[in-house]
């Protein structure tokens, strides 16, 4: 079946501008994870969502960082003003479950921001 | 409370074996590993959930020691296709609010 899938895939952005990033995770997957990952270093937790709860937000860096889930399905990261150090990959994941569960990874997107 | 991952970094002849350590502070509930190649998403290896059990994966097991807070990753006969970054995600209780805390990663070579 279908995996995580996130898009775009590259997002390359001028300073100041808002961007929105994609995840589509797997189908009957009540949680689902936004990480950013910056170049050689490890999963920064941004956000999580299960089921109809309220979003798990404490990794979100600031409040130019904002997350939503439609419908319990496809999410939305949105990051306004982008800033040079917002620059990283973008990695959405999900389970069928909660943290408890095996999680699915995207294929990430990768955001430069010049 | 973000577990300790080490070594840093291990460089391997195919055929050799490794152990990667994670270690927490605090009690844990279940330990979760994933290995990411590069450039490529992390990918599930396993959960462990009760103290001193072992679980595999091909040649890749793991132990969870409840006591000494720790779980470590063996790796038996290291292939080439065991390089990549391995990290640890930990779970400190069963609750409902509640999230992996991640380590830093070990980054793991295997040369021919």
């Known amino acids: 079946g279908a995996g995580v899938s996130q898009s775009p895939s590259n997002k390359v952005t001028e300073k100041g501008k808002d961007v929105e990033l994609r995840c589509d995770p797997i189908?009957?997957?009540?949680?689902l994870y936004w990480y950013r990952q910056s170049l050689g270093q490890g999963l920064e937790f941004l956000i999580y969502?299960?089921?109809?709860?309220?979003?798990?937000k404490s990794g979100l860096p600031s409040d130019r960082f904002s997350a939503e889930r439609t419908g319990g399905s496809v999410s939305t990261l949105t990051i306004q003003r982008t800033q040079q150090e917002d620059s990283a990959v973008y990695l959405c994941?999900?389970?069928?479950?909660?943290?408890?569960?095996?999680?699915?990874f995207g294929p990430g997107t990768r955001l430069t921001v010049t | 409370q973000q577990p300790v991952q080490s070594p840093q970094a291990v460089i391997l002849r195919e055929g050799e074996d490794a152990v990667i350590n994670c270690s927490s502070s605090?009690?844990?509930?279940?330990v979760h590993w994933y290995r990411q190649k590069h450039g490529e998403a992390p990918v599930f290896l396993m959960i462990?959930?009760?103290g001193g059990e072992q679980k595999g994966h091909e040649k890749i097991s793991a132990s969870f020691n409840e006591k000494k807070q720790q779980s470590s990753l063996y790796l038996t006969a290291s292939q080439l296709s065991y390089s990549g970054t391995y990290f640890c995600?930990?779970?400190?209780?069963?609750?409902?609010?509640?999230?992996?805390?991640w380590g830093l990663g070990t980054s793991l070579a295997v040369n021919p």
């Open positions: 995600g930990t779970l400190f209780n069963a609750g409902n609010n509640r999230k992996l805390i």
């Open positions: 605090k009690a844990l509930y279940s």
């Open positions: 462990l959930l009760k």
């Open positions: 189908s009957g997957h009540t949680a």
């Open positions: 969502f299960q089921g109809n709860s309220a979003p798990d």
């Open positions: 994941a999900s389970s069928l479950r909660g943290p408890g569960y095996e999680q699915y």
